[in-house]
């Protein structure tokens, strides 16, 4: 089974901070990785496939990157809409999820 | 627009059994490959099923398989889990996906699931 990573679990932030959340895989997935945003009581919503392909929609704050073990998101200036969960997702081989990294305010 | 309006939990003893429902709608149903993903009471996010388009290609997670058994119904735009043999650690919420890759575009809001004596 390939095993996720996210790396913190929790950060603080302020509004219009630049925000980078890391996410590694135990093995090799190419670029075989998505990204979610989950808010409390709410299901999680793509924001990023392919690693690095943004879900239509989703603002261009919002950027992915990484290839192989290792993959960013990054958000380059945190909105108030932006406090939430966000989960890491391999599709390398079946379907697994890191354990999540909630984004608070500071 | 799409939904996907999950339907079918609530509290049941170790040992029983519930069958989820998940009704499609706003868009093509059998043109889309199916989930099932859980989440434990301030946990994470766990995959537990996939479907192929027509059915003919199912995967389980370890956790559950042997106990739960995922399947659709293309002309009722409808995906169905069966849970048998249900354990307090299934305790969860239980979200539908669709995927037209592999990676989950649109979710349900979820049913609550709760195993309980």
């Known amino acids: 089974d390939i095993q996720m990573t996210q790396s913190p679990s929790t950060l603080s932030a302020s509004v219009g901070d630049r925000v980078t959340i890391t996410c590694r895989a135990s093995?090799?997935?190419?670029?075989?990785l998505a990204w979610y945003q989950q808010k409390p009581g709410k299901a999680p919503s793509l924001l990023i496939y392919?690693?690095?392909t943004l879900e239509s929609g989703v603002p261009s704050r919002f950027s992915g990157s990484g290839s192989g073990t290792e993959f960013t998101l990054t958000i380059s200036s945190l909105q108030p809409d932006d406090f939430a969960t966000y989960y890491c997702q391999q599709y390398d081989s079946f379907w697994s999820f890191g354990q999540g990294t909630k984004v608070e305010i500071k | 627009q799409v939904q996907l309006v999950e339907s079918g939990g609530g509290l049941v003893k170790p040992g029983g059994s519930l069958r989820l429902s998940c009704a499609a709608s706003?868009?093509?149903?059998?043109?889309?490959?199916m989930h099932w993903v859980r989440q434990a009471p301030g946990k994470g996010l766990e995959w537990i099923s996939y479907i192929s388009r027509d059915g003919d290609a199912i995967y389980y997670a370890d956790s559950v398989k042997g106990r739960f058994t995922i399947s659709r119904d293309n002309a009722k735009n409808s995906l169905f889990l069966q849970m048998n043999n249900l354990r307090v650690e299934d305790t969860a919420v239980y979200f539908c996906?669709?995927?037209?890759?592999?990676?989950?575009?649109?979710w349900g809001q979820g049913t609550l699931v709760t195993v309980s004596s």
């Open positions: 392919k690693a690095s």
């Open positions: 706003g868009f093509f149903f059998s043109d889309y490959y």
């Open positions: 093995q090799n997935i190419n670029n075989w």
């Open positions: 996906a669709r995927a037209s890759d592999f990676w989950f575009d649109y």
